[in-house]
């Protein structure tokens, strides 16, 4: 078996100051809505290649207290939530 991350399309309400979609405030993934308790990292990806996509990525942590990575791309205005599944590849024989 194998891990490989997915990125699943999910609704984001969002602060926005004076960037658009700023930080994320809660979001809702297969019918359920997660509150957003705290922003433990942030960082970008992207910038170097001009042509590439720019991407925002926030690590949370939900009132819950499970941590969720999301991804917001502007160029689409988009927002995905990352996560790993187990892959299981059978060999050829």
Avoid at 44 to 63: A, C, D, Q, S
Avoid at 69 to 82: D, G, K, N, S
Wanted: proline share 3%.
């Amino acid at each position: 078996m194998k891990k490989e991350w997915v990125f699943e399309e999910i609704a984001v309400e969002s602060y926005s100051g004076y960037k658009r979609e700023e930080t994320p405030r809660s979001f809702t993934h297969q019918t359920r809505t997660f509150e957003i308790l705290e922003i433990l990292d942030r960082w970008y990806e992207g910038r170097i290649n001009p042509t590439g996509l720019l991407h925002n990525y926030f690590k949370v942590k939900t009132r819950e207290g499970d941590i969720f990575f999301l991804r917001y791309t502007p160029r689409f205005q988009t927002w995905t939530l990352r996560r790993q599944i187990w892959i299981l590849r059978i060999a050829d024989n």
